[in-house]
């Protein structure tokens, strides 16, 4: 049997997840990154993709909005915004949202009022059209 570490996922809202996991990939800023039992102290900001964690040999995937994680040895904790099943990512409601996240764009200036959120929902809308991309293509 793998060894196991708490992984907690968290939202301002409630406890999404806490459990003994075996292992816990996140889409990192600077890339994707893995954790196991044991891993060394880590803090990292989350991009907006991807969050994997597997648990008694079932894998649950995830689709977060970005957010911080701080590994220590035997405890992962995800602090998100929300998670939703990466299933329930719909492609063409995806490619919509990056369209209209473009248009809104092209429109302002970086420093203009409304451009950082704009910005985040562009960001999100085409991690979630990579998503779609990449699984359809498996």
């Not at 060894?3 to 890339?31: H, K, N, R, W, Y």
Request: glycine share 10%.
């Amino acid at each position: 049997m793998a060894e196991t570490f708490l992984l907690e996922i968290v939202t301002p809202t409630e406890l999404l997840f806490s459990d003994q996991v075996e292992i816990f990939t996140a889409p990192g800023c600077e890339g994707e990154f893995g954790v196991l039992s044991g891993h060394t102290n880590y803090l990292v900001v989350l991009r907006p993709g991807e969050l994997r964690y597997t648990q008694s040999g079932t894998e649950t995937s995830l689709f977060v909005n970005g957010g911080y994680s701080e590994v220590t040895p035997d405890k992962t904790t995800i602090l998100i915004e929300d998670a939703i099943p990466t299933s329930d990512i719909n492609a063409s409601e995806a490619r919509e949202d990056l369209k209209g996240a473009e248009e809104e764009l092209s429109g302002l200036t970086e420093g203009e009022a409304g451009y950082r959120e704009v910005r985040e929902r562009y960001d999100i809308a085409q991690a979630k059209v990579t998503f779609t991309e990449l699984k359809k293509g498996h």
